[in-house]
């Protein structure tokens, strides 16, 4: 006898319906990859049920609950990295000093962006700390040489190896335009910005002096502390020779509960967990969501005897709770 399951994707979605809580079903090791027929990948016969995939929905059950009902919730905080300091992301000590000490002795500590020449990518800075929903702004400007290629930003998670967002960037270099979307990532985070398109360019020595070691990008007409060996991007009347991003601030807010996303979930949590006669009532609707269809208290009194299981063992309340929940 074979017991059919939801693929990866359903179960996201079926998750998020029931709670408000988005869960990463394909990151690594969070579940078994569903086998395909054809290109499809939600063929029942084929998405049986083993021993290890039970394993991985009870651990991922626990993170959901953990997200769903934390004992202390995640504040949202928003983080934004702008002129010197975003040009400076990943110096060491001494090279920020002596580039601060660089771009201070001409007068243009307010001046400083960041020039993303073809193929350039930068660890996107950020202060994300729980996994969650955040929202990203980009502040930035794109040009394109004529009959050239429009400039294009991805921003690309390291640890699954895909891009997040991207887009073509068309704006002036003196009204930039801001970039914004919202992301579920799950915790730990490594973001990078990275400018995309097709065609080789330059030399590559040439590039790599170009890097914030090398020079210092105050804006297309205003060479003050480019470096004099890099690759040229502009013309002696400012306008680009490549396709260029000039990135002048990244925010990053979150992570962001919505008040849809909590009013899904609060039926199902007792005002006072060590209330058993509480947990039994939030049981209730709770089952009913799940089984899409009314219970019984033959059924609840199954799952109510865990709650009682897990107290009568010396688990706290909050703790029995999340097992009578799960």
């Avoid at 704006?171 to 801001?178: G, L, Q, V």
């Avoid at 995309?196 to 002096?209: D, L, M, S, T």
């Amino acid at each position: 006898m074979t017991h059919d399951r939801l693929s990866r994707d359903e179960y996201a979605n079926t998750v998020y319906d029931l709670l408000g809580v988005q869960i990463d079903v394909h990151e690594p090791g969070v579940f078994s990859e569903d086998p395909t027929f054809h290109g499809f990948s939600r063929i029942g016969g084929l998405l049986s049920l083993a021993p290890s995939h039970v394993e991985r929905y009870l651990a991922a059950a626990d993170a959901v609950l953990a997200r769903a009902y934390p004992k202390t919730p995640e504040e949202s905080r928003s983080h934004r990295v702008e002129g010197m300091a975003l040009h400076l992301t990943g110096a060491g000590s001494q090279q920020r000093q002596a580039m601060v000490e660089r771009v201070a002795a001409v007068g243009a500590a307010d001046k400083v962006r960041t020039l993303f020449w073809p193929g350039r990518s930068l660890w996107l800075p950020h202060n994300i700390k729980a996994s969650g929903v955040y929202r990203f702004r980009i502040t930035l400007s794109g040009l394109r040489p004529e009959e050239g290629r429009v400039p294009h930003l991805t921003v690309w998670n390291k640890k699954q190896k895909k891009s997040i967002f991207e887009a073509d960037v068309l704006a002036d270099e003196e009204h930039p335009t801001t970039l914004e979307f919202e992301q579920f990532l799950a915790a730990p985070v490594a973001l990078e910005l990275h400018h995309e398109v097709p065609g080789k360019f330059g030399a590559g020595h040439h590039v790599n002096v170009l890097n914030m070691g090398g020079g210092v990008f105050l804006g297309s007409r205003d060479h003050r502390l480019a470096n004099p060996t890099g690759h040229k991007l502009f013309d002696d009347d400012g306008n680009p020779l490549h396709p260029v991003l000039i990135v002048d601030a990244i925010e990053v807010e979150g992570p962001i509960v919505s008040d849809e996303d909590r009013r899904k979930r609060e039926p199902f949590w007792p005002a006072d967990v060590a209330d058993e006669s509480q947990v039994r009532e939030c049981l209730t609707p709770f089952a009913e969501r799940v089984w899409r269809r009314p219970v019984t208290n033959d059924e609840l009194d199954r799952y109510a005897a865990v709650y009682e299981l897990e107290r009568a063992a010396g688990e706290k309340p909050r703790a029995a709770a999340r097992a009578d929940a799960g």
